[in-house]
């Protein structure tokens, strides 16, 4: 199944070559580890999604998740996953070694779900939420709470959601209602809905760890009256038995795609339903910031799994699909020859480089955003641990949003490729455009994202985040200038640099004179022009590892293998960077076209 959904080949090379897993490996904290046990661990993962995930992938969209007698039933093949995935050791693959985990680098972490992700996008996130919600546990719970509930979530038998989303409320959390009743037992009696809850419920999980969010009666208005709770479906008792917790599963979402993937209404209190606070009281928001900028960088894998298996499967076709002739010289169609299979028409080959490009590129991005998670849990000193932290920061939305929004690009194309075959149930890319279109609303919509971008991230710590992403970006300019075949490249990123700071110099006087609205109108075009930015930076840090490969003579593969890096990232600076030039006219420009003003647009 080599290449199917995706390239172990890729993978390897983004993730020992490009970001050099190796020198990781070096630290106290992963020197358990080395290339050759890593790599075991990615080809038993590989051997698994093979086996128990990809082949069910198909069929858990035809047979989707439904709600039938107050029960959520999914694919019975989503009970293996998940005991597997526990077994593999993956729901604590990061975590330390004292609360259960494998103390895994973020890096080999992410690596490991992008391959269940590309196997079966349906099925990754009933693990990844269940690691999110043990992962507050540890972080922010009492003992009691981490012993109770963190070995049964780790090792697959419990499943854990993240409990935000209100049905008056939405992505609002200000306005969120569910409430939290305090009482002499240690325990809050808990009152309230939530909606869209991904993997709220299932027929299978002899419990479900809700990590919701709700307000302690009394508290402040706003986020800074948000409190965070253990609220599971089943309380455990002290003899090991479950009791029900009065926690009402109304109903499952049946969604445009990621069909075997449940969508829940989960309604708290009907009858008792008991809750433990996490972390200080007010003080939730805070907490669960940890599993939510987590999740959005899993949301990000996921648009980047579904456009690889894409990618994949569209190669594939057009590797095998015969229609047409070759142009002869002079513009005729030489009818004596026989047909030319569709990869070597241009048009076909442009939108397979497209899928190629934005597939590979953004999943550089998941790793470098996943590095510096790991050198701040490294760090030596405070500043060494702030700078990456920072890092982290103003990577996240990018990392959300690029891959979930140029994912749909992606698989479109590869639709467009197939032709018929393509929006057709035969194939499988009419699915992958289905399952990726979710992923840009998932954890934050791409506005949301935007926001958080250009009003929080950029400006943080008087832009001290930008700056060092800045200065990032110019140690691969300045080391790709080396080459002459990479020089031009490089002098075109740093050009993209300036117009950035161009782009901030024009909105800033808005935002100093308080016209927010106006500063923040064009975040979603900002947030596309500094993907591009920044994917256009992985593509010349992989074009610049390949040409010193082959250089150096020290490639593991064969040489084509380089050769295709550079040519990608030649066609991402062809057809996609000057794309930024009319995102930066566009946020330039004086008119002020969606803003409310007092003559009323009639829409």
Not at 175 to 188: F, L, M, R
Not at 206 to 213: A, E, G, K, M, P
Not at 331 to 337: E, P, R, V, W
Not at 581 to 598: F, G, H, P, R, T
Request: proline share 3%; glycine share 8%; hydrophobic share 35%.
């Amino acid at each position: 199944m080599a290449d199917q959904y995706m390239s172990m080949t890729s993978l390897k090379y983004l993730l020992y070559d490009v970001h050099n897993l190796t020198e990781l490996l070096k630290y106290d904290r992963f020197s358990e580890y080395d290339e050759g046990s890593t790599t075991m661990f990615l080809d038993t993962v590989k051997a698994f999604c093979d086996k128990d995930c990809f082949p069910y992938i198909k069929e858990m969209d035809e047979k989707p998740v439904h709600y039938k007698d107050g029960k959520v039933i999914v694919h019975p093949q989503v009970e293996h996953i998940m005991k597997k995935s526990g077994e593999l050791g993956l729901i604590g693959s990061s975590f330390d070694y004292a609360n259960g985990g494998l103390q895994l680098p973020s890096m080999l972490n992410q690596a490991a779900y992008f391959i269940i992700d590309a196997a079966n996008n349906h099925v990754s996130g009933y693990a990844g939420l269940t690691s999110g919600a043990a992962g507050l546990i540890v972080a922010f719970g009492r003992q009691e709470l981490k012993d109770t509930y963190v070995p049964k979530m780790i090792a697959g038998e419990w499943g854990g959601t993240m409990c935000l989303t209100e049905p008056q409320a939405g992505s609002s959390l200000s306005d969120i209602t569910t409430t939290a009743y305090p009482t002499d037992n240690g325990y809050y009696h808990i009152k309230g809905q939530k909606i869209w809850i991904s993997g709220g419920d299932n027929h299978f999980a002899d419990n479900i760890v809700h990590l919701l969010l709700a307000r302690i009666e009394g508290a402040p208005a706003g986020t800074k009256g948000i409190s965070l709770f253990v609220v599971p479906k089943n309380r455990p008792e002290a003899d090991g038995s479950l009791t029900a917790n009065g926690v009402f599963t109304a109903g499952d979402f049946q969604k445009l795609g990621q069909r075997g993937y449940a969508t829940t209404h989960l309604v708290f209190g009907e009858t008792e339903c008991r809750g433990w606070l996490v972390g200080e009281p007010h003080k939730g928001l805070n907490c669960m910031f940890q599993m939510m900028n987590g999740a959005r960088i899993s949301v990000g894998r996921h648009g980047v799994s579904i456009a690889t298996a894409a990618y994949y499967a569209s190669l594939q076709y057009a590797q095998e699909r015969p229609q047409g002739r070759r142009l002869s010289d002079g513009g005729k169609k030489d009818l004596s020859q026989g047909q030319t299979l569709i990869i070597n028409h241009p048009d076909i080959r442009r939108m397979l480089l497209l899928q190629k490009a934005i597939s590979e590129g953004t999943l550089s991005l998941i790793f470098q955003t996943a590095r510096y998670h790991d050198m701040e849990k490294v760090a030596t000193t405070a500043e060494e641990k702030e700078e990456n932290h920072l890092l982290l920061e103003i990577l996240t939305p990018i990392a959300k949003t690029y891959p979930s929004e140029m994912g749909q690009v992606s698989v479109s194309n590869g639709i467009q490729i197939l032709g018929g075959m393509g929006y057709s149930n035969e194939t499988i890319l009419q699915q992958y455009y289905r399952d990726i279109r979710i992923l840009a609303i998932y954890e934050g919509t791409t506005g949301i994202q935007s926001l958080d971008l250009l009003a929080r991230k950029v400006t943080m710590e008087d832009s001290k985040a930008l700056k060092l992403l800045a200065g990032e970006i110019k140690k691969t300019i300045q080391a790709a200038s080396v080459h002459d075949e990479l020089k031009p490249y490089a002098e075109i990123l740093a050009n993209k640099l300036a117009l950035n700071k161009d782009i901030l110099t024009f909105l800033a006087p808005f935002a100093i004179k308080g016209n927010y609205e106006r500063y923040l109108s064009d975040a979603t075009i900002y947030m596309s022009f500094l993907g591009t930015i920044v994917m256009g930076w992985q593509w010349l840090k992989m074009a610049l590892t390949a040409q010193d490969i082959l250089k150096n003579g020290s490639g593991k593969y064969p040489a084509e293998f380089y050769e295709s890096q550079i040519h990608t990232m030649r066609f991402f600076y062809k057809y996609e960077m000057p794309k930024t030039d009319s995102y930066a006219d566009s946020i330039k420009s004086n008119d002020e076209l969606n803003i409310v003003s007092d003559r009323e647009l009639i829409f």
